[in-house]
């Protein structure tokens, strides 16, 4: 099939040459090893409810050669974390991928330990729950809680969202230290490029909100329809900073219920939850909203983005 035994065709001299094509890290970093590098982006190149994916998708997705791809997916299959499926020419993940998925799920205490305090708050409020981590320009979830009432907010364990526009997204932004935020922010800029300043301005006025109410919003700026809060969660072990929001089709989470209410509540549950792993003390009541005057600290640390 193509791919699969393309590799075997291909001259060694080549092969090499390709593999070796120096990537943008390379020069800053010589224990980059682009190579494993671009065999991992193959596999990330696969998202939930995909399938099977060819070459050429994966090629595009990945933004490698089509060469290049065709000798990692005929190495990842060989080394069982591909299974290709001749008669579509295409592959698909293999046991063995989605065995080091599982593995990582199983070692994220906070998604077992949420659990029932994520379904207390999809009851109360009739939206979905969610926890996640950051995934580059992304915050992927590893956890979720859903009814019958949620059923607009189409994401499940695995899906991506944007880190930049998000409610979860922005409310990891702001736990994290001053020098990865404002790395993480040159990451953003650079990506987006002439959609930054717009995003921008909404990462600082989620910096203002959180600073005042413990809580980032977004209400339409990730999805027309999707409205969300979302709460950072910190611990002391050395891992995160995490994320969790509750969201709903906009109609149903109006923005003086996101205010007044649901991100009140998310507060309260995920402050619980630090509480539970030992981190801070467990809070049973609404907090209290901080004065934050506009143009503060957050205004400037985002200045220094533009």
Not at 221 to 229: F, I, L, N, R, S
Not at 269 to 278: Q, Y
Request: charged share 25%.
């Amino acid at each position: 099939m193509e791919g699969y035994f393309e590799a075997r065709r291909l001259s060694t001299k080549s092969a090499w040459q390709e593999m070796k094509r120096p990537g943008k890290r390379v020069a800053t970093d010589r224990s980059f090893v682009v190579a494993l590098s671009r065999g991992l982006d193959v596999l990330r190149a696969f998202h939930p409810n995909d399938g099977l994916l060819g070459n050429q998708e994966i090629a595009a997705r990945t933004n490698l050669p089509k060469p290049t791809v065709s000798r990692l997916t005929y190495t990842l299959t060989k080394l069982g974390y591909l299974t290709p499926v001749p008669r579509f020419e295409k592959y698909q993940l293999a046991p063995s991928a989605m065995s080091l998925g599982y593995a990582a799920l199983a070692n994220l205490g906070v998604r077992h330990l949420s659990e029932s305090y994520r379904d207390q708050v999809m009851r109360a409020t009739g939206g979905a729950v969610a926890v996640g981590g950051r995934d580059r320009l992304s915050m992927i979830y590893f956890g979720q809680s859903r009814s019958e009432l949620t059923l607009g907010v189409q994401l499940d364990v695995g899906s991506r969202i944007p880190i930049a526009t998000t409610a979860m997204g922005r409310a990891f932004i702001w736990a994290l230290p001053n020098e990865e935020r404002a790395s993480l922010l040159r990451e953003l800029r650079e990506h987006y490029g002439s959609r930054w300043p717009r995003m921008r301005d909404g990462i600082e006025r989620s910096g203002e909100t959180v600073a005042k109410y413990g809580f980032a919003i977004s209400a339409g700026e990730w999805q027309d329809d999707v409205a969300a809060v979302g709460v950072a969660l910190k611990l002391t072990d050395g891992t995160g900073p995490y994320a969790f929001n509750c969201g709903a089709p906009a109609f149903r989470f109006t923005e003086d219920r996101l205010r007044g209410d649901i991100g009140p509540r998310l507060v309260a549950m995920v402050r619980n939850i630090e509480a539970a792993l030992g981190s801070v003390p467990a809070q049973s009541k609404k907090p209290e909203n901080k004065k934050v005057k506009a143009g503060g600290k957050v205004a400037r640390v985002v200045e220094g983005i533009r």
